[in-house]
């Protein structure tokens, strides 16, 4: 199917078609019983990764959100924020094979149809997916970033690894790094004038120096840094599920794959705080 709304969503809009048709791909032959795996997403089973990306792509169509009160006994819903998302995959809980890819294959060809036919301009203010306003061009690449993101949970809880450079690995790349100066300068709390280099190798690569001011003020660019307090090297699979809060620094498939060089103290503050994803 073919999406071309405003140039400037255009990236988003492809990266989100490839990604959300690549869902709909792994999903469509599975047996119910492997609609119950678990994926890296904390509690949610694959039927719950796609209901959540129903659910998220129907209120973005206008639709009205369930009237449903989510139990208070679920552990992985923790705050508001889990417990508002939590809503649209807790009323799909029950529902078969059949139903998912159903209501998938619908939802996909409402959605691309209205991205072919957006005719509003990329500065729009639209609901986000808090009911918050944000524009449209943000609305969208937040949804770019989002189903590429559950692409990944699908493939790990299936065993079918794949897409980590597609469009949508590039837009979660921007995102991502996006919050990298809050987690150095704030929540790990690097010096002033200080600098912290993350090297990226694999499928997607790249090195940003995250620098911190006089100020305490963390910004991240493309420039080296010749001095940096902590350089991080890792893979692009790695920083993907540390970033997004798949996995913990601590974890035993991560204690290998990233490697530190500089002050330690702070590499781990950095590391501790590394998801920047909700």
């Known amino acids: 199917m073919t999406v071309q709304p405003h140039p400037s ?16 791909e792994l999903v469509l032959p599975l047996a119910e019983g492997e609609w119950n795996r678990a994926t890296p997403c904390p509690g949610w089973s694959v039927r719950d990764v796609v209901s959540h ?18 139990a208070r ?17 807790d009323v799909r809980r029950h529902h078969t094979a059949p139903e998912m890819t159903s209501e998938l294959e619908y939802t996909i060809i409402r959605r691309s149809r209205q991205l072919r036919n ?11 997916p808090l009911g918050d306003q944000v524009t449209l061009e943000h609305a969208l690449r937040l949804r770019a970033f989002d189903v ?15 897409n980590w450079d597609s469009p949508g690995a590039f837009v979660a790349r921007d995102l991502l790094l996006a919050g990298l100066p809050k987690v150095v300068a704030k929540l790990a709390g690097a010096p002033a004038n200080s600098a912290v280099v993350i090297d990226v190798h694999g499928p997607v690569e790249f090195m ?20 940096p307090a902590v350089t991080l090297t890792m893979d692009w699979e790695t920083y993907v599920r ?6 913990r620094a601590g974890a035993a498939s991560v204690a290998d794959r990233v490697k530190v060089e500089g002050d330690a103290e702070l590499a ?6 590394f998801a920047v994803t909700p």
């Open 208 to 227: 940003r120096t995250v620098r911190v001011d006089a100020q305490g003020r963390g910004t991240v660019d493309g420039t080296p840094s010749l001095g």
């Open 242 to 247: 540390l970033a997004a809060g798949r996995v």
């Open 118 to 128: 957006e005719k509003r301009d990329p500065d729009t203010m639209v609901r986000g």
């Open 73 to 89: 006994d679920l552990r992985h819903v923790v705050d508001e924020f889990s417990r508002y998302m939590e809503v649209q995959v």
């Open 53 to 70: 990306i129903i659910g998220i792509e129907c209120e973005q169509l206008g639709d009205p959100r369930p009237i449903h009160t989510v």
């Open 9 to 24: 969503l255009q990236p988003y809009a492809d990266a989100w078609t490839h990604s959300i048709e690549a869902i709909s």
């Open 148 to 162: 590429w993101i559950h692409e990944q949970d699908l493939r790990a809880a299936l065993g079918a690894p794949g």
């Open 268 to 273: 781990d503050a950095i590391l501790a705080h």
